[in-house]
């Protein structure tokens, strides 16, 4: 009788086993999809209100919006110089095209921005990427050409 239980208790041990695995397929599954696009609106909000928070002075709220990755690219100070440096951030920015990218393996969304036309400034183009994280999305570069 000891072996019969014994048995039946491993049995029972397998068949729960086999039934966590099968629901949890699923969350892991889930945890491994690309992230959703975000809408125009969406990505045109996010990049606006960083590029308004840069344009007005407010770097250091620009900074904090940023994703991890771009603080740990970018320091507070780095980017406070990196905005000094580059007038053309302290001017009104028009979107020209958004568009999906793969940066090692991962989706992204870079948004192409250029400033009014105006003969006494050399034209130029700034790029913004964004990224989902923890459900929002940031800014997670940004480059002045």
């Not at 966590?20 to 809408?39: E, H, N, T, Y």
Request: with cysteine; aromatic share 6%; net charge positive.
């Amino acid at each position: 009788m000891h072996r019969r239980s014994a048995r039946a208790i491993h049995r029972r041990a397998c068949h729960v086993a086999v039934l966590w695995a099968i629901s949890a397929l699923p969350i892991f599954a889930a945890g491994c999809g690309r992230a959703a696009p975000p809408d125009d609106q969406e990505a045109r909000a996010v990049v606006e209100k960083f590029l308004e928070q840069v344009r007005t002075g407010q770097v250091d709220a620009a900074w904090e919006s940023t994703t991890a990755d771009f603080k740990s690219d970018e320091g507070r100070d780095a980017f406070r110089r990196f905005v000094k440096s580059r007038p053309v951030l302290s001017k009104p920015l028009e979107f020209a095209e958004l568009k999906q990218v793969e940066v090692h393996g991962l989706t992204r969304w870079e948004a192409e921005l250029r400033p009014a036309a105006d003969p006494k400034t050399p034209p130029a183009v700034v790029k913004t990427m964004i990224a989902e994280e923890a459900g929002v999305w940031k800014v997670e570069r940004i480059v002045v050409e």
